[in-house]
């Protein structure tokens, strides 16, 4: 079975300042990992996707996300914040051998301060 | 180009009505899948399918939930006798194969709120 935990709900930082969303997966075959953005009233988007290929998955609007199997880890980064970007954060994790379905962690909300 | 639809955007039902939503993927999009998320939490997977195949509905949280998708594009989603706690954003998404790590393009979703 999969399963992704995200270690915090909030983040508040403030605007120019580095970004670090924290997230730790379980999965019983190869996964594939995600970082979905999803704005108020507005529909998921998706960030970035590790699928076996480099461990670090350069992303959208300058996010990040460097995948560390001996961890199973697969934490966001970005060197500075905008003010776009607070929004709610989801690290999602899938197994091809389960369909493709994507297990979602509990969300990290950004805020970002002026 | 056109994304994933879903209609209606919002929907009230008193508790016991039964409720139909609808998904229309990107066209030629061969999987489909049906998320649910409840306030303050992530989506959490109800059912897939391949074309009109319903592969996997072992999210379907009891037997008032039922999906469809007839002719492999557009998708209904159906809650009979609709109770409280069905009350979530109901998500659709779409992808264009059923390969490893294959992007899925979500819809707006449908808020459903049973009183």
């Known amino acids: 079975a999969q399963s992704v935990t995200q270690l915090d709900s909030h983040v508040s930082v403030s605007e120019g300042t580095p970004v670090l969303l924290r997230c730790n997966y379980s999965?019983?075959?190869?996964?594939?990992l995600f970082w979905y953005v999803q704005h108020p009233n507005k529909g998921l988007q998706l960030l970035l996707k590790?699928?076996?290929?480099?461990?670090l998955v350069k992303g959208i609007n300058g996010f990040e996300a460097e995948f560390k199997k001996s961890e199973t880890s697969f934490h966001l980064t970005k060197p500075s914040a905008h003010m776009s970007d607070a929004a709610e954060y989801f690290c999602?994790?899938?197994?091809?051998?389960?369909?493709?379905?994507?297990?979602f962690g509990g969300g990290t909300r950004v805020l970002v301060k002026p | 180009g056109a994304g994933v639809s879903q209609s209606p955007r919002y929907k009230v039902a008193k508790r016991g009505q039964d409720v139909a939503l609808r998904c229309d993927p990107i066209?030629?999009?061969?999987?489909l899948f049906w998320y649910q998320q409840a306030l303050g939490q992530g989506p959490e997977f109800l059912t897939y399918?391949?074309?009109?195949?319903?592969?996997?509905k072992s999210g379907l949280p009891s037997d008032r939930f039922f999906a469809e998708r007839p002719e492999g594009s557009v998708s209904t989603l159906k809650i009979q006798r609709t109770q409280q706690e069905d009350s979530a954003v109901y998500l659709c998404?779409?992808?264009?194969?059923?390969?490893?790590?294959?992007?899925?393009?979500f819809g707006p979703g449908t808020r459903l709120t049973v009183l």
């Open positions: 998404a779409s992808s264009d194969r059923a390969g490893k790590g294959d992007e899925q393009f």
């Open positions: 999965s019983s075959y190869s996964p594939s």
């Open positions: 590790y699928t076996s290929a480099a461990t």
């Open positions: 999602v994790v899938s197994e091809w051998a389960a369909g493709n379905k994507l297990t």
């Open positions: 066209s030629g999009h061969v999987s």
């Open positions: 399918f391949q074309n009109e195949a319903q592969l996997d």
